[in-house]
């Protein structure tokens, strides 16, 4: 099984920068994708952003496309996603995930860590 553990959240006002970052330990498949996930409130969660960790392919949603980045770093297990030009709808819970789809979540998930955007 694996372990994914989440960091780098805060507040942020609108333009502004957040890295996140997405460490994995255990059961690793170097043939899944790493993502990004997240929910606000009163919403379902929703994709963001996924790598393959074994070709570095990269997958966005329409509405990040341009402003976040996801990159990976194989020898430590470890995922990031760099959120520039920030906007208050970006507020939310976001979580990391493992899975062998490209765009929807697997089974493992990570605690989460909060992101908010003030306008």
């Known amino acids: 099984q694996v372990q994914l553990v989440e960091s780098g959240g805060g507040l942020v006002q609108a333009g502004g920068s957040l890295r996140l970052s997405c460490a994995a330990s255990g059961r690793v498949f170097r043939n899944y994708h790493m993502g990004w996930f997240r929910q606000a409130p009163g919403k379902e969660r929703e994709f963001v952003a996924s790598?393959?960790?074994?070709?570095?392919?990269?997958y966005y949603a329409d509405s990040v496309k341009g402003r976040f980045t996801i990159s990976r770093d194989n020898a430590k297990n470890m995922v990031y996603l760099q959120m520039n030009s920030l906007k208050p709808e970006d507020t939310a819970v976001y979580y990391c995930?493992?899975?062998?789809?490209?765009?929807?979540?697997?089974?493992?998930w990570g605690q989460g860590t909060q992101v908010t955007v003030s306008s």
């Open positions: 790598i393959s960790w074994s070709s570095g392919n990269t």
């Open positions: 995930n493992t899975s062998p789809h490209a765009t929807l979540g697997g089974a493992s």
